[in-house]
């Protein structure tokens, strides 16, 4: 079993920035990923709201720059090592992956919070249509699109709040509900003074090179320049957090503004916690994380 002062659950920018932060401490830690180090930001094809790059990044290769920053100071970061378990001991936490397990006095979830995808077999070419017109970050690309007419994919709070936040730059903006609205009262009668709800299902999307419109299940045509989806936001591996008795809300984990679960000398971090969903905020609450978890060890050392 490896002994570790810090276990970093997640290699997206949340982690990656714990692991700079805690490398920089002195902290013995290790970066666990269940995949690459990239998250959601790699996929974003233009980062244009992050301070320090007037012109613009692409995703990808702001998540090379800050893999290449961590592992400038050492960090130790293990790839398709996915977590299976997380046990609370009494003075420390048994992190169970599927190739090892690690002790640790304390831990970071920084696991981010990936989109709920459009179904396959609607006819809709993802792979095509991302960064040309399809979108699953009103706040990201919503600009991007003033004075145009966009489409909403979704029934839920989040839905209607990125339609409500593109009604304020868009000409037009229609929600599609895809199944049946669950949103709050509220939010439905505010949109319906700025925009038009259809309860059906998109069928296709269509466009040469960037998105032009959309067709319905029912036949219908819609001119749109931009989709949005908002389907909702799953935590990977809630379940597992859940059972060592971390509380969340929804599908996220709870926390404070030092971002401490209800297990003392467990933290989160970034998309994991709610709402935004930025880059920005996960960078922020990684940097509090970690500075927090490293007073926490300071405190518990083995």
């Known amino acids: 079993m490896g002994k570790k002062e810090l276990v970093i659950i997640g290699g997206g920018i949340a982690g990656l920035t714990s692991a700079i932060y805690a490398c920089r401490k002195g902290l013995n830690n290790v970066v666990l990923e269940a995949e690459l180090p990239m998250g959601q930001t790699a996929l974003a094809p233009m980062v244009e709201n992050y301070p320090g790059f007037p012109e613009g990044i692409t995703g990808m290769e702001l998540m090379q720059r800050v893999e290449k920053q961590a592992r400038k100071f050492n960090a130790d970061i293990r790839t398709f090592e996915r977590v299976t378990e997380l046990n609370v001991k009494e003075n420390s936490f048994i992190v169970t992956t599927n190739k090892q397990s690690y002790e640790a006095i304390a831990v970071i979830i920084a696991v981010g919070a990936k989109p709920i995808r459009i179904p396959e077999g609607l006819g809709i070419n993802e792979e095509k249509f991302l960064g040309r017109g399809l979108s699953y970050c009103a706040t990201c690309d919503g600009p991007l699109f003033k004075d145009r007419e966009v489409v909403v994919i979704g029934g839920e709070n989040e839905a209607f709040n990125e339609a409500l936040y593109l009604a304020e730059l868009c000409s037009r903006v229609t929600i599609i509900t895809q199944d049946e609205i669950n949103a709050d009262k509220i939010l439905i009668d505010r949109f319906k003074e700025k925009g038009e709800i259809i309860e059906g299902k998109i069928k ?8 032009e419109g959309v067709v319905l299940e029912s036949g219908e045509e819609i001119k749109a320049s931009g989709v949005f989806v908002a389907l909702g936001r799953k935590t990977p591996s809630i379940e597992i957090f859940e ?36 880059i920005a905020k996960a960078v922020g609450e990684a940097c509090v994380a970690t500075i927090n978890a490293y007073n926490f060890i300071k405190q518990h050392k083995l």
Not at 204 to 211: A, Q
Not at 255 to 274: H, L
């Open 204 to 211: 296709e999307i269509r466009g040469k090179d960037f998105v």
């Open 243 to 278: 059972k060592a008795g971390i509380k969340t809300s929804g599908k996220f984990i709870e926390v404070n503004r030092k971002q401490e679960t209800n297990i003392s000398g467990i933290f989160a971090a970034g998309d994991v916690t709610g709402l935004p969903f930025q």
